[in-house]
């Protein structure tokens, strides 16, 4: 019964969302966990993640809880920090040199890749829709890799961030600058800043 408990608790924390690494993190067995999964008729949403039936898929939280190691960057930072209201047909995450990121690619969802000391560089979270908290880059890393991508992107995304950017309090040109520079894009995002500011 306590495990029940536990486990509730854990469904309200996660607004009906549940890992099975979160359940043995609590004390549970594999085998308790899947008995309380098939009593309470949860449904399984990916690999190790189940969902309460009434739940909201927040599909940005199921992602990054299928690897914690991605950020959320590109159009999808934009649209989580409010630089856009339009949502990407498919979601732009960012992860390190070396990890194989095909299965995401089969599922169209876009991933960059940076090496090991630059993953971390700019990492801040930000608040789905659904409320859920996600890695996610900050303004001022997202602008810089906006910039570095956008042969990439379509045009009118890059000028909109841009333009959306410069109208920030609270951009910071010194952190935008520090990134391109450690990016190899100092110019291209200080010819950009020249004409917008």
Same mark, same amino acid.
């Given at each position: 019964?306590e ?25 549970? +067995? ?27 898929? +927040? ?9 914690e ?70 303004i ?42 450690m ?15």
């Amino acid at each position: 019964m306590e495990s029940n408990f536990k486990l509730n608790n854990l469904l309200d924390k996660n607004k009906g969302i549940i890992r099975t690494a979160q359940a043995l993190e609590a004390g549970l +067995d594999k085998p308790d966990f899947y008995k309380y999964i098939k009593d309470n008729k949860l449904e399984r949403v990916s690999h190790g993640i189940y969902a309460t039936e009434g739940a909201w898929i +927040d599909e940005l939280y199921i992602l990054h809880l299928r690897s914690e190691q991605a950020i959320f960057s590109h159009d999808t930072a934009l649209l989580l920090h409010g630089m856009t209201d339009r949502e990407p047909a498919y979601p732009s995450i960012t992860v390190k040199t070396g990890y194989n990121p095909s299965h995401f690619i089969v599922e169209g969802i876009k991933v960059y890749t940076v090496k090991q000391e630059l993953l971390e560089l700019g990492k801040t979270t930000a608040k789905t829709q659904f409320g859920h908290t996600v890695p996610v880059y900050d303004i001022d890393r997202t602008i810089c890799d906006i910039v570095r991508s956008r042969n990439k992107l379509e045009f009118q995304t890059v000028q909109n961030a841009l333009k959306a950017y410069v109208r920030r309090k609270d951009k910071n040109l010194n952190s935008l600058m520090q990134y391109a520079s450690m990016f190899g894009a100092e110019s291209i995002v200080r010819g950009y800043m020249e004409l917008l500011l």
